[in-house]
């Protein structure tokens, strides 16, 4: 399946010099996995709305955390990825992933920020090793990420984590 006219969106959102973006998906960072998407910028959730459908992801988006316990809370079927800005009006990342957490447990998730990954680092709102993706990204960068997490099967790659980890989010 195509990815979509983002071409023209590439320059604002993606790190590549490059404007071209294929439009067929690389192979093997697809899947059928249920995302959801919680960022306040309407732009860059549109995006990565795009570019993850694209890829064969089932995909929900919200712009604010308290729309995403909302939609947690109310939908029946387990959502596989939280893909969430770390800064966002009301609810930011790091809240949202731990009331996420307690909702469904076996959720992974994806921080992104326009922050470099030291300074969230520094802040104490990541950790070593938990998945973050840096803002602006290349479509394929943001692909690869979510197959990434939802690919490994060991905790570090998860920010959902397990109960043992739970004092280190907060």
């Known amino acids: 399946p195509a990815i979509g006219p983002i071409t023209a969106r590439r320059s604002r959102f993606c790190s590549s010099g490059s404007n071209h973006v294929s439009d067929t998906p690389r192979p093997g960072l697809g899947g059928s ?26 995909v929900l988006a919200v712009a604010n955390g308290a729309e995403a316990v909302q939609m947690v809370e109310e939908r029946g079927e387990p959502i ?28 992974r998730g994806i921080f992104m920020s326009g922050y470099a990954d030291e ?12 998945a973050f993706l840096q803002k602006p990204f290349a ?21 959902l984590r397990s109960e043992e980890h739970t004092s280190e989010l907060q």
């Open 119 to 130: 300074t969230i680092g520094t802040r104490g709102v990541l950790e070593a090793g938990m």
């Open 33 to 58: 996995e249920t995302v959801l998407i919680a960022e306040d910028e309407q732009n860059v959730r549109g995006l990565a709305s795009e570019v993850l459908r694209g890829y064969g992801y089932r």
């Open 80 to 107: 596989n990825l939280l893909l969430t800005d770390v800064v966002m009006p009301g609810l930011n990342g790091k809240a949202l992933a731990e009331r996420l957490r307690a909702l469904q447990p076996g959720m």
């Open 139 to 159: 479509p394929e960068d943001l692909a690869a990420k979510v197959r990434e997490v939802l690919a490994a099967s060991a905790a570090p790659h998860a920010i």
